[in-house]
């Protein structure tokens, strides 16, 4: 009988055009299937994990290679998500592998440069492994690490990948991935009454032997049971924290107690796992809330995209969770993107309320292996597997949760829809979670809700277009109202001097002493990190800058550097001018780092944090700074960009602008719109309750328009002023924009390329090509920067204009003068 002949073409995680096709081993006939991964070598010696995406039996035009294992029994990837990466490939000018380096996690990504290390947890015995398998750890524990073509030479075999699957499968090694992952989860100690002390004679005979010999376990005991009662139903078996009981009884009783197997101990992972099922009803949702749910419901009837504008603490996550409900209640499943990781850090609690543990988090400050767990969750369906943990019907996410594997998506909203954090920087694909988001919504016919108070400038037009079902909700939740706003002209007589000396005026210190002994909270906003921003000599005028790139150095005082935000660079301060001699060097400009200084200086009684990417680098940083300022532990919360995402405090009475100037003297076309977002949003921290907040925006531009807009809460004002600018000037809503940067550390080479590549796209587009033109910050890391701007008009033919651009892409890539020149390419910059 004649055995079948198969083809794979498998999609490779790096960022060639095509597809490649492997024959697949007679043997492994029956094992592969559309959306499993396979181990494959592409080049001479490297091996990759690929995805499978078509089975045929046609072969190639060259000699195909074998698949040389299977590593899945079930597919990790589905035909929707195929799709949805050939769309944002092709959208986005990228290759498909580049969309799958970005889509799956690490921990199910496999090449040969991927290393090995012992798990020094597990004991190995020579005679339950094979030879193979005691020869590669024999060479572990003398060289610690491998990589796949180490282990390679030494078993003396083309592909280790069998041999290693064993050895992770017995536990005895562990991807280096997962050894160089160094976080480590802040755990809390939880004890609860063992299951033995629950019968009523068994507690009145612990009560009678602890009376007499240990007094301090018995109150420990008594105060415990006082406590796991104050829930609804009574529990005698709740989990209580053991350091909140160290706060009112001896910590030594509680831990003798455990000692004594009277208590039971257990560690648990703060801010990831709940500690049982239960969920809370949902709140009840106001008159105006329930309207506005009732017309995006709706708006559904006709459009699959709603766009909800609600102003700042209108209860837009009410809505959003009721929205969820009704969506699970269709027995779909729903996504939650938000911008920042900080938002999913107070959201989650608040979701988790309302879903219990349907609800899954997915960002990238998860390790491998937690994202890994996440993905398996979401693709094996509602089910609980064998260790109970249930699959997640809910993900609350930043960008990269899109590329979950949903079968069954119902639902898909997009909070703080305006933020730039959605556009995914470097590396490509270059993709806009809020853009893509719609697409995916298509694949799935799921709706998709847009909610902001501040709508970006081409949602709002869409909504005004028809093209989006359009909600209002301007009503506060509850009795609060939204803050005064009020501006303080650092440019006028009696602020003058205290604006070139001081970063706090002393109108706002004044405000700030006074909220202070109102026991209310202060959040001070400036969007720029570090301590100054550059260092001058006061003699000649000479700026220290990087020797990598066009910039200059920024001051961090926590580690008394010099530091470069582009490449890393550090040096320690110059104690004379590089360029004169004088010792006279002075910081310029003020960050966060700085207005911490300056606070602890003015108001040394107070409580300070900062909130920055320099102070949340850890994984959980977030979440603690949040926890502590929710619970009244900090006083004044500083921060750039992260104060103003969406977070919810009940008592900040005060928001402080610190320099308005810096948000709208950014050369770009968005800079007024995205000044008016960070403003509004950051004054919507004020006032959520009851009382009525206060914001004091500091300027030395207080008829600028931006400012007057602010103090109006006029959204619809700014909209048409610069809805009329940028029909004017052609820019986006009116045009779609394509930016083309050249990279490379021959200045002369790089203008040759970027003027050639020009010269090609003006020959069919003309004047809307915009340069080339070298950027603000020309050289990076000794690489010179060049770039292109095209704006096409709407009514233009998408399909063609990309057919057109990725021919020139392709042959300018195969111009071997240009070889040395990295293009990368931007549709719709943001």
């Not at 609600?310 to 938000?338: D, F, W």
């Not at 998709?448 to 939740?477: D, M």
């Not at 003058?496 to 909220?515: C, G, H, M, T, Y």
Request: proline content about 4%; overall charge neutral.
């Amino acid at each position: 009988m004649s055995r079948q002949t198969f083809f794979v073409d498998v999609l490779l995680p790096l960022a060639v055009p095509n597809y490649y096709t492997y024959r697949v081993p007679f043997e492994l006939n029956e094992k592969v299937k559309p959306g499993l991964r396979v181990l494959v070598q592409f080049g001479k010696s490297k091996f990759y994990s690929a995805l499978v995406v078509k089975i045929h039996e046609t072969p190639p035009s060259y000699t195909a290679k074998y698949v040389e294992e299977v590593l899945d029994t079930l597919p990790i990837v589905n035909e929707k998500q195929f799709a949805f990466w050939d769309w944002i490939a092709n959208y986005y000018l990228c290759y498909r592998g580049e969309v799958m380096n970005a889509a799956l996690p690490s921990g199910l990504k496999l090449n040969s440069e991927t290393k090995l290390a012992l798990n020094t947890e597990y004991d190995f015995k020579k005679e339950t492994l094979s030879d193979n398998e005691y020869i590669l750890l024999e060479a572990l524990e003398t060289r610690n690490v491998l990589t796949y073509n180490e282990a390679s030479q030494i078993l003396s075999v083309k592909n280790p990948q069998p041999v290693i699957k064993q050895l992770l499968a017995k536990k005895l090694v562990l991807l280096f991935e997962e050894v160089k992952e160094k976080y480590k989860p802040k755990m809390v100690s939880y004890v609860r009454l063992a299951d033995e002390y629950k019968p009523e004679n068994k507690m009145k005979e612990l009560f009678e032997a602890l009376e007499k010999k240990a007094f301090k376990q018995l109150e420990a005991l008594m105060f415990y049971l006082k406590e796991s009662k104050r829930d609804e139903e009574g529990s005698d078996n709740k989990w209580l924290k053991k350091n909140a009981m160290a706060k009112h009884v001896d910590v030594a009783a509680v831990s003798a107690l455990v000692k004594k197997g009277i208590f039971e101990q257990k560690e648990f992972e703060t801010g990831r796992l709940e500690l049982d099922d239960t969920v809370q009803l949902k709140k009840k949702l106001s008159a105006v809330q329930t309207k506005t749910f009732e017309q995006i419901e709706e708006s559904y009837k006709e459009h699959d995209v709603c766009l909800l504008h609600g102003i700042t603490g209108s209860g837009k996550t009410e809505i959003y969770c009721s929205l969820i409900e009704e969506t699970l209640r269709r027995g779909k499943q729903a996504l939650y993107l938000v911008p920042e990781i900080a938002l999913t850090t107070q959201l989650i609690s608040r979701v988790k309320k309302y879903f219990g543990d349907q609800v899954g988090v997915y960002h990238s400050r998860f390790s491998d292996n937690e994202r890994v767990e996440v993905w398996n969750s979401v693709l094996t369906g509602p089910k609980k597997d064998a260790l109970n943990q249930s699959n997640y019907r809910v993900i609350v996410g930043a960008r990269s949760a899109l590329f979950l594997p949903f079968d069954n998506l119902g639902l898909i909203i997009v909070d703080e829809e305006h933020d730039s954090s959605y556009k995914q920087q470097d590396p490509a694909p270059r993709y806009h979670a809020r853009d893509a988001a719609i697409y995916l919504s298509t694949l799935h016919k799921a709706k998709v809700l847009l909610g902001t108070a501040t709508p970006c400038i081409e949602s709002y037009y869409n909504a005004q277009q028809n093209k989006y079902g359009f909600v209002e909700l301007n009503e506060r939740h509850g009795e609060s109202s939204l803050p005064d706003i009020e501006i303080i002209d650092t440019k006028a007589g009696e602020t003058k001097k205290a604006s070139s000396e001081n970063i706090v005026s002393p109108a706002l210190l004044d405000e700030i002493q006074r909220k202070l002994k109102e026991k209310e909270q202060v959040i001070l906003f400036q969007n720029r990190r570090g301590f100054a921003p550059y260092t001058e000599c006061y003699t000649c005028g000479y700026v220290p800058c990087c020797v990598q790139c066009d910039v200059s150095l920024i001051y961090h005082k926590a580690t008394q550097k010099l530091t470069c935000h582009y490449c890393g660079y550090t040096t320690n301060p110059p104690k004379a001018c590089n360029a004169c001699g004088s010792t006279d060097l002075r910081y310029r400009g003020f960050g966060t780092q700085k207005i911490e200084e300056e606070i602890e200086i003015l108001l040394p009684d107070a409580k300070l944090k900062r909130m920055d990417i320099d102070s949340t680098r850890s994984k959980h940083a977030y979440k603690q700074i949040i926890e502590d300022f929710d619970a009244g532990e900090i006083d004044i919360l500083t921060g750039t960009q992260m104060v103003t995402k969406g977070l919810d405090f009940d008592h900040v009475g005060l928001v402080g602008v610190l320099q308005a100037d810096h948000l709208l003297s950014y050369p770009d076309f968005r800079s007024y719109e995205r000044a008016f977002q960070l403003m509004t949003q950051v004054s919507g921290r004020a006032g959520r309750k009851q009382k009525k907040g206060r914001v004091l925006i500091q300027t030395t531009q207080p008829t600028h328009p931006v400012i007057n807009w602010v103090l109006k809460h006029d959204y619809k004002q700014m909209y048409n002023s610069l809805l009329a600018e940028r029909k004017e000037h052609l820019y986006p809503p009116f045009t779609r924009l394509f930016s083309f940067t050249f990279i490379c550390k021959d200045y002369d080479l790089l203008n040759e390329a970027s003027d050639k590549f020009g010269d090609d796209l003006k020959k069919l587009f003309a004047q809307r090509v915009l340069g080339p033109e070298f950027p603000i910050v020309a050289r990076i890391k000794n690489e010179y920067h060049k770039q292109i701007l095209l704006k096409i008009e709407r009514d233009y033919s998408a399909g063609k204009v990309r057919e057109y651009l990725w021919k020139l892409i392709f042959d300018f890539r195969s111009d071997k003068l240009f070889s040395k020149v990295r293009l990368k390419t931007d549709v719709d910059p943001y």
